[in-house]
């Protein structure tokens, strides 16, 4: 008899289609009607979809978004492999060093936007009082500036520690043969580096990569809770303003630039995997 234990992927298959494939179904039908709360939907064709794309607040917001990716992109990764090889690899400080990773992550969004929001208001705040010591007057609610580096420091606080608890668990499965031989051959910390823990971290990196840059698209509740998108709309990503639409019940327009947003991670995260997974494949030739 043929294996039939895919079978027992039947259930998780059809949880999959309700929780999943349903409600995108649904968000595309939105995007192709003219919706309105109180009026029958017309059906508008692609028209959503252009309005969308034309849109100014739209633009903006997916500049930024991009922007706020790629930041996260350059000082969370580099600075995640860094402590990843600076942390013990064994004795009793990797617990403790473990424990303390995990902290930020156990913390809900909405918690970390409403911490972040009592340590920068400008009355109470610590920042703004450290920042007045050396002359700066930091203000989170009227400079853009400081909103956004705000929300970007929050996130590389929030979400490093994720990407450094990939790294080490991917140095823990390099066996220490590729060291030992890469010693007896006198190459440098850096080499050893470049030739040895690098490419045994490809795998690892590549899914720290994608996480990271998926999820940094979803970005909502901090800066939601820290400035509400402002000052004017220096913090407003694409979920916010995606959110901000479907909550004035255009859902039309919702419904489209939530597709817009779907495609626009689906492609850019299949263009990093694709360079990530070919990166250094010539030298190896």
């Known amino acids: 008899m043929k294996n039939r234990a895919w079978l027992f992927l039947v259930p998780a298959l059809v949880l999959m289609a309700i929780s999943a494939f349903i409600p995108l179904m649904t968000v595309i039908n939105y995007s192709l009607h003219y919706i309105f709360a109180g009026s029958a939907p017309t059906f508008v064709g692609f028209e959503n979809y252009a309005e969308v794309l034309q849109d100014p607040a739209f633009q903006g917001a997916l500049v930024r978004q991009l922007v706020f990716s790629s930041l996260v992109l350059l000082v969370e990764v580099p600075l995640g492999v860094m402590v990843a090889l600076a942390m013990p690899k064994r004795g009793p400080w990797v617990a403790v060093c473990l424990v303390l990773l995990g902290i930020p992550l156990l913390i809900p969004f909405n918690v970390v936007g409403i911490i972040a929001r009592l340590f920068t208001q400008a009355s109470i705040g610590v920042i703004p009082a450290l920042c007045e010591l050396v002359g700066y007057n930091f203000n989170v609610a009227l400079d853009p500036i400081d909103a956004s580096l705000t929300v970007f420091l929050i996130d590389v606080w929030h979400w490093t520690p994720l990407v450094v608890l990939l790294c ?20 440098s910390t850096w080499q050893t580096f470049r030739y040895v823990t690098l490419p045994k971290l490809r795998p690892v990196l590549i899914i720290g990569v994608l996480l990271r840059f998926m999820d940094s698209f979803k970005i909502y509740a901090e800066p939601l809770l820290l400035t509400g998108g402002g000052p004017g709309s220096s913090t407003t990503f694409l979920s916010l303003h995606v959110a901000r639409k479907a909550e004035s019940y255009e859902l039309g327009y919702a419904g489209a630039s939530s597709i817009i947003y779907l495609f626009i991670v689906i492609v850019l995260s299949f263009i990093f995997f694709q360079l990530m997974s070919n990166i250094g494949k010539g030298e190896q030739k």
């Open 168 to 187: 080490y668990a991917g140095l823990q499965a390099i066996p220490d043969a590729y060291y030992q031989a890469a010693q007896i051959d006198g190459a």
